[in-house]
């Protein structure tokens, strides 16, 4: 009894049983649809780690939605509630085509630059929010919905203005290869990259086949200098102070509107930063007219609840989310089951997260009245 | 004790455990009719606990309750309406934005069609009540507008709205003047004239001495006695409730007053309704010297300790600390110039609650080369400092640095608010209602340490609500009305009596024709 | 002129319709101190089962009544989350969102052979009949029964909070819910039965959507409008008619872009910068006149009784 309300008592334990529950429910849902369960869960796992390039793939699908659960999760940590993640990734794309289409410097310039744009868009988004909530008091969260959808049709102006707009196409013009931050994007196309790559299969399936980037690399790094920024430094320690007890930090003489800005900024910041990388990382290198949102902000707000708000966290729900939203695609193909399956699946997790918020607290009542009995 | 029909409740045997913790043990409690039983216990003694389980809010574990000599089953607050219970709870069950008369009917409307309450009808009704057992009070104020004291009659008033004949008063001189506290106590006696039964929950002895007619004891979950009021002393009572002798007035030597640090002057506040809550407020406190401030809630107490910290601006005047002009500055600006503020709203104001004890013990000097370097937050020396005050303010557990500030008890995180403002060694110590809902050991804990804090040459600002803790922790006694200062006198120099009389608004050469 | 005007209006009331009904579900349910972020999801399980309904059966008014109902059976989830186990209604809420548009998606490809979109179906009246004012600007003013529906809840949802014992109780619960507990309302029951009717509101309000103003339901057709009457809701204050004159707002700015949009407008303004005058336009007023409004002292709190 003692060990169960212990290990019951991590918060890694309730994640881990939402997620099974998330199983649980999609199982049940094919079944009363008439697919097999196990069939499709064969497909998902199989559309996660069949091949090397899945795996790959899976890990470019994860690492913009570590970035802006990073975002909603660093967010949350200070009080405050990004839902405007999306708009901030739109921003951050928007912004590194605009810069990456028209300026071409050598690569060691020109990534940084390019990248920098993007965390400036996210940033700029950000602040407004901030600063709207700071000064005028206005609620985060309507400002951030608003913010999404001007960012949308910003996109969409974008895509559509003259110098940007590529004909006949429903996109803009790809960034300048100089912007691109895959792993030697270049040499592997080239003949001795080809040559070298060959004799290793793996390796040449995953480099030639998939937009291997630097991108997984920064979001990981991203996710320990947040981690560091909240639980190590001053800065983190006011941020937090004054998204616990904002009341408790104004008396204490922590500058609160201030706060409340910069941890939009850094917010908006990551987001940004995630759109950037896209760009600059993956194929096709530009934005497209959007109907709707793609949800890479909103789901890193799925990645963020998931991972508890933590940091690290967020790296592994990303991965998490990453496959199932890729693997998720062969359930489809392979079994013919609705590929929405897998929303219900991300649905049904987030759904349990909430739920088993309640599960250290049964685990303490285990403990007490594990204690009553020996007394 | 027999069952009878002579009491208007029993309750027999009530054992109420909270997981491993035994909060009511055996606890016996018989109240006749028609009279005015005090419960007497310390903060967490387990009298609250026993009113909500006659008030069905907790379930006992076992035992039994009689009403009028009949075996009653309270399953929930329903039943005990139904049984005639009426409860006035110490923090008041009141909606801030509704009426008086939405609050009352709340749960028992009086409807016409399709559920449409009829106001006219509500009121009426109140009015009744109202004039049968003298409870001024307008109907159609809202909550928020109105006095605490006021408030109160609207907790009894819908008690009796119901029906109740057998009143629960939780605490409920707590937040008033002794003006008020007569009112009150004249108010239960047309209750009891009108044949209704009280049960008075306090700590305060002077009040059950005053109003009481029978008082239980109630020690850590035990009855300890049930006792004639008119039989015995304070002291005699304290000693029952506290379980040893205790001193009921503070230790302290004469103070020694140096000069004058702290100086305010002409000050005008605006409340968040823009209304002016303190109006040309002076006041000076010597080094050495405790300033208490006596006051009723909401005369501008609130509104001054805002200015004084720039949480609020201040509309004109002049706050200075050794002769440097701090107000409409920035509270990091006030603490830089050494003034400590130990605010009322410990959980609000004080604390970090999910913060452990040693990131609370930092949040004022976070930012100093003692503990951040190059931006980082030199960990070991955070903790490190918090065990000290830990070990010098014997804060308990022992050992908690690194536990949530969350987790200590109210007296126990009162403790680390006070270490931590003391150790900036400000030049000017404020300390508002720093007792509330803290125990008797508590309670002489830091009164005492106000007294040291004087003793070190420190000027302090006590304002307090319990006149009680003015009269005996100060040296200066103020009087604040209305958002001024309306008296100050050298404390010794006048009673009890006429200070509440001043905080009424009464004035001080017409002492002898109000008081009678 | 004159007709542009009433075009105006006309398309003002149809967009605000579906926020209209979404944001009186937000404000009843967080009235009684549920926070609900779900709205979104509600609306398009609403839209989609209105639509097929109405598709399968052939009447309208059937597939409006099972839209309320399939919202309802969403916030059920919710009310189970935020007032049985005390959960973070947030969260319960985004889960909520991602749950509401993967059955839709997911029964609309069982449902229609794999397709995300249903066939056109059959639609609700219009207020005075289909051809009424034909050719005449009167025509703009013709507009979906839905409108007049959505006027009649907000005026009803008002009255239910304000003038009756129930809307007392609600309000009470949301501010503060111990007093009520001690007073003998039942916290749970009122805020389970808030949060439901919230669900039915806001199917209706995606029902308004496919079974009014697209006439089938697709991926898109409920693409914001939960989020953009949660923030009614905080506009509105809290309060139905509030709620109501956000939507409106947002509606006729929504209107303006159309207007303005048109090809005999003389107005060149591009059609994205355009369609962004709504967001703009909220934030411009929000900066202008509200200021910080205050939720129900309750709201998004869990209500436990006292246990230590």
Known sequence: MKLAAKVLKKPIASTLIAVLFGFIVAAVVLVAAGYNPGQSFGALFHGIFAKPKYISNVIIKATPIILTGLSVAFAFQTGLFNIGAEGQYIAGAVAAVLVGVKLDLPPVLQIPVVVMAGVLGGTLFGWIVGYLK????????ITSIMLNWIGLYLSNFVVASGTYHMPNSTSTYPVNPSSYTMLLPNWKTSKAGMAALKPHQWLYEVMLKTDVNFGFLVAVLMAAIIWYLLYRSAKGYELRAVGFNRDAAEFAGINVNKNITDAMVIAGALAGLAGALAITGTAPHKISTLAAFENNGFNGLSVALIAGSSPIGCIFAGLLFGGLLYGGQSVQQDVGAPTEIINIMIGTIVFFVALTKIVPVLAEKLEKRGAGHVQ | ???????????????????????????????????????????????????????????????????????????????????????????????????????????????????????????????????KYGLEVDPDAKIEDISVGMQQRVEILKALYRGADLLILDEPTAVLTPQEIEELIEIMRSLI?????????????????????????????????????????????????????????????????????????????????????????????????????????????????????????????????????????????????????????????????????????????????????????????????????????????????????????????????????ISNEPELLI????????????????????????????????????????????????????????????????????????MAGGRLNETGSEST | MFSKLLLLIGITMMYS?????????????????????????????????????????????????????????????????????????????????????????????????????????????????????AGTPAANLNVDVTVVLGLIATVFIWFILYKTKWGLRIRSVGEHPAASDTLGINVGRTRYSCVLASGV???????????????????????????????????????????????????????????????????????????????????VVLILFVGRSVAPKADGLPYEKGER
């Open chain 2, 431 to 502: 300390a508002v209602q720093p007792t509330r809902g803290l125990d008797v050991g508590a309670v002489e804990y830091v009164h005492k340490m106000l007294v040291r804090e004087r003793d070190a040459g420190r000027a302090v600002l006590l304002i307090s609500l319990e006149l009680d803790e003015i009269m005996n922790v100060a040296d200066t006694i103020g009087v604040i009305y209305a958002g001024s200062i309306v008296a100050s006198f050298p404390q010794g120099k006048v009673d009890e009596n006429t200070i509440g009389l001043l």
């Open chain 3, 201 to 283: 509101l806001s199917g209706f309000g995606g029902a308004s959507m496919t079974l009014a103003i697209i006439s089938q339901f697709n991926p898109t057709a409920i693409s914001g409008q939960g989020f953009i009457a949660l923030a009614a809701v905080i506009f509105g204050k809290w309060t139905p008619y509030g709620a109501y004159g956000a939507c409106l707002l947002f509606g006729l700015a929504q209107a303006l872009t159309v207007v303005l949009g048109g090809s005999d407008s003389g107005v060149s303004i591009p059609s994205q910068i355009l369609a962004m005058l709504p967001y703009f336009l909220t934030i």
């Open chain 2, 1 to 131: 004790m027999e069952v009878s029909t002579e009491y208007a409740v029993q309750m027999h045997g009530i054992t109420k455990l909270f997981g491993s913790f035994c909060a009511l043990d055996h606890v016996d409690l018989d109240v006749k009719k028609g009279s005015i039983h005090a419960v007497l216990g310390e903060n967490g003694a387990g009298k609250s606990t026993l009113m909500n389980i006659l008030y069905g809010l907790y379930q006992a574990d076992s035992g039994e309750i009689y009403i009028n000599g009949k075996k009653a089953e309270i399953k929930n607050p329903n039943t005990a309406i139904g049984h005639g219970i009426g409860m006035v709870h110490q923090h008041f069950m009141l909606v801030d934005n509704f009426t008086v008369t939405q609050n009352i009917i709340l749960g028992n409307e009086v409807t016409g069609k399709f559920g449409i309450i009829d106001t006219k009808k509500a009121r009426e009704e109140i009015i009744g009540i109202v004039k």
């Open chain 2, 193 to 421: 004239s009108g044949g209704k039964t009280i049960i008075i929950i306090t700590h305060k002895l002077k009040e059950i001495k005053a109003s009481s007619d029978v008082c239980t004891i109630i020690r850590r979950g035990h009855s300890i006695d049930t006792v004639p009021v008119a039989d015995v002393d304070e002291e005699q009572l304290a000693t029952m409730m506290v379980g040893h002798a205790v001193k009921l007035v503070v230790e302290k030597a004469p103070a020694k007053p140096g000069d004058v640090i702290f100086e305010i002057e002409n000050l005008t506040v605006k409340n968040e309704r823009g209304l002016e809550a303190v109006r040309n407020l002076s006041l000076k406190i010597r080094r050495g010297e405790i300033l208490g401030i006596a006051g009723i809630d909401g005369n501008g107490q609130k509104e001054l300790v805002e200015a004084i910290t720039c949480l609020t601006r201040a509309q004109s005047g002049t706050i200075k600390i050794n002769g440097v002009e701090i107000q409409n500055t920035t509270p990091r600006n006030v603490i830089d110039h050494k003034v400590s503020t130990i605010h009322e709203d410990r959980q609000r104001r004080g604390l970090v609650l999910p913060f452990t004890v040693a990131e609370n013990a930092v949040i004022e000097k976070y930012r100093t080369p003692e503990f951040t370097r190059r931006g980082m937050i030199d960990r070991s020396r955070m903790t490190g400092f918090a065990r000290r005050l830990i070990e010098d303010y014997d804060i308990r557990p022992a050992g908690c640095e690194s536990q949530p500030v969350r987790g200590l008890s109210g007296g126990n995180q009162q403790k680390v608010i006070i270490a931590r403002e």
């Open chain 1, 134 to 141: 700071a000064r005028f008091g206005i609620h985060e969260v």
């Open chain 3, 17 to 133: 319709t579906p926020l209209v009904f979404g944001a009186l579900g937000g404000v009843v349910s967080e009235r009684s101190g549920v926070v609900n972020i779900g709205i979104e999801g509600m609306m398009t399980m609403g839209a989609f089962t209105g639509a097929s309904v109405s598709y399968f059966t052939g009447n309208p008014w059937l597939g409006f009544l099972a839209a309320g109902v399939a919202g309802g059976l969403v916030a059920l989830l919710h009310a189970i989350a935020s007032v049985t186990f005390n959960a973070d209604q947030t969260i319960s809420g985004i889960a909520i969102n991602l749950i509401g548009p993967g059955f839709a998606l997911f029964f609309c490809r069982l449902l229609f052979k794999d397709a995300t979109m249903t066939p056109p179906v059959a639609t609700l009246p219009r207020l005075f009949g289909e051809d009424a004012f």
